[in-house]
């Protein structure tokens, strides 16, 4: 079964500090691996996204990483910033036979709180 | 300017109601699709509509139905609302329907069954 899994469910770090998100996946194959953002009440942003192919893809303060041996990924945010507090969502793109985009599967998403 | 708009954001109504969401996107994307996000924050897709077609639909109770006038619009119509139903609903387009594109999805419509 398709399943996308992200840790730690919730995370609470001061600003300026590092911190490190991950996804476990077990979709295959697949096509390209996503990181949403989502503040509350609002809908899910784009941060980064990573065919198969790829291993590293940095969007400012967030650089995304990818291992497709293993079936993990990881977001890491830099210098982090009152506004990172977010929720953020790992999404896998299956690659379904013939190449139609099927559906994308969604991780229950990583609540992080950038405290001052 | 906002890319992908949906109307109303909340809505509170009663079991056994009809009740539609609208859903408009200015990015010119031949893609529109809706989704559900429950209580648990899952995300789940329920329908996709590429050029006016209906191209994936979930196992979505029938009482769900999606209609396109337009490429550009892609409304959510709800019969005999259940308490089940109660969730955020996000609207997205993309370009086209390849998995290489990026989804850009609306502010969500909160749906309330009392």
């Known amino acids: 079964k398709n399943q996308v899994e992200q840790s730690p469910q919730s995370l609470i770090i001061l600003e300026g500090k590092n911190c490190t998100l991950q996804c476990n996946y077990t979709v295959s194959p697949f096509s390209n691996l996503r990181w949403y953002k989502q503040d509350t009440g609002r809908g899910p942003v784009s941060l980064t996204i990573?065919?198969?192919?790829?291993n590293t893809k940095s969007n400012g303060r967030y650089t995304a990483t990818l291992d497709a041996d293993t079936k993990q990924s990881s977001l890491h945010i830099t210098a982090s910033q009152l506004s990172d507090s977010a929720s953020y969502i790992c999404?896998?793109?299956?690659?379904?036979?013939?190449?139609?985009?099927?559906?994308?599967?969604f991780g229950k998403g990583t609540k992080l709180s950038v405290k001052p | 300017d906002t890319a992908v708009s949906q109307t109303p954001k909340y809505l509170v109504t009663q079991m056994g109601n009809d009740k539609s969401i609208k859903c408009e996107q200015n990015l010119g994307h031949d893609t529109m699709y809706w989704y559900k996000q429950d209580s648990k924050k899952f995300l789940k897709i329920m329908f996709s509509?590429?050029?006016?077609?209906?191209?994936i639909n979930e196992t979505v109770p029938n009482r769900f139905s999606p209609k396109s006038p337009d490429k550009a619009h892609l409304n959510l119509h709800i019969n005999s609302l259940e308490l089940g139903d109660s969730a955020v609903y996000f609207c997205?387009?993309?370009?086209?329907?390849?998995?290489?594109?990026?989804?850009?999805f609306g502010p969500g419509t909160r749906l309330t069954v009392t």
């Open positions: 990573m065919t198969f192919s790829e």
């Open positions: 997205a387009s993309s370009q086209v329907l390849t998995p290489a594109y990026e989804q850009y």
């Open positions: 509509y590429n050029n006016k077609e209906l191209i």
């Open positions: 999404v896998v793109s299956p690659r379904n036979y013939g190449g139609s985009q099927g559906n994308l599967i």
